[in-house]
């Protein structure tokens, strides 16, 4: 068995909220304001609703103007999850003998061995959850949970009245970088605008964060990065490590970006089973298991940065 495994001989509290912390409060899914779909055991569907040309003309008749329309977008989320085993015996070899019981039926894992490996495994478990949020691709053949939804680019890569307002983009500099985020805030449809500043966030990679910040700080401008929050136009600048380039920026309503899955919680459920005390194996197993799936109702109220492919 692959040491590069998750265990630990403590499943309560205090180590649900260390989990719970390093998936939920993922970049993506601790932005506050966007839309968390709970208890989809299925699916379900967002109505959408758009109204254009109804003001018409004063007359004796009544008139519909057939001006509302109605239309839906899916929230269908696969499942997902960690099955990870240790062997006993290699704690024997790596670790220190003094952190463990004596005797062979009560061997244990060590506290600080459990926090290391913890530490590891829920990083790129909330690594690998964050790219399917904006990777996912079901016409994908990766054979890893990118293939199981569209995530977040895919929907704005679709092309027509459904798609996303796009900005042709290039390498970003950190002498470019504020000309380019004037670009895609020029593009944001007016409608988008009058939500209110508060009401919209800036997703970009850490990269390009750091090159906004970069630049502020060469002008000797004191900004809202000192704080931790960065802004442009007053808008939430949220970085983020899913996205598929570093050159990428995506600017919309907070509440336009959906999120569906069965039970919250669910991303901080940890079930540890000793084998030994069923099968025999000596051996500790670690299960995970939780749905997700992402949508944008409103793909054409976004503004998505790439460079052409």
């Not at 009560?106 to 399917?132: C, D, M």
């Not at 995530?151 to 996303?164: F, P, Q, R």
């Not at 025999?280 to 995970?288: E, Y």
Request: glycine share 8%.
């Amino acid at each position: 068995m692959a040491f590069a495994s998750v265990s630990s001989t403590y499943a309560g509290d205090a180590l649900k909220a260390y989990i719970l912390k390093a998936l939920i409060g993922g970049e993506t899914l601790s932005t506050t304001g966007i839309s968390v779909e709970t208890n989809v055991k299925f699916k379900r569907k967002i109505k959408k609703l758009a109204s254009t040309g109804i003001v018409q003309e004063g007359s004796c008749e009544f008139s519909p103007t057939s001006g509302m329309t109605i239309s839906e977008g899916v929230l269908e989320p696969q499942s997902i999850k960690v099955n990870e085993s240790l062997c006993f015996d290699e704690f024997d070899n790596l670790w220190d003998s003094a952190d463990m019981a004596a005797g062979q039926h009560a061997q244990n894992v060590p506290a600080e061995l459990t926090n290391a490996i913890t530490t590891e495994f829920t990083n790129q478990a909330s690594k690998e959850i964050e790219e399917l949020i904006w990777q996912g691709n079901t016409d994908g053949s990766t054979g890893t949970i990118k293939d199981l939804i569209d995530g977040y680019e895919k929907i704005l890569t679709a092309t027509g009245a459904t798609g996303s307002v796009k900005v042709s983009g290039t390498t970003l500099t950190t002498s470019n970088i504020l000309t380019e985020l004037n670009k895609v805030y020029n593009a944001l449809p007016s409608g988008v605008r009058k939500k209110g500043k508060d009401n919209l966030v800036i997703f970009m990679s850490y990269e390009a964060a750091a090159l906004y910040e970069m630049n502020l700080q060469a002008q000797g401008v004191n900004t809202s990065a000192d704080s931790g929050v960065m802004k442009v136009y007053g808008i939430e600048i949220k970085p983020v490590g899913g996205l598929s380039n570093s050159n990428t920026i995506v600017i919309g309503a907070r509440n336009n970006f959906y999120v569906g899955t069965d039970l919250q919680s669910d991303f901080n459920e940890i079930k540890l089973i000793d084998m030994r005390e069923t099968t025999g194996d000596d051996a500790v197993r670690f299960i995970m298991k939780m749905k997700i799936d992402v949508t944008i109702a409103y793909a054409n109220e976004v503004v998505y940065y790439r460079i052409p492919a």
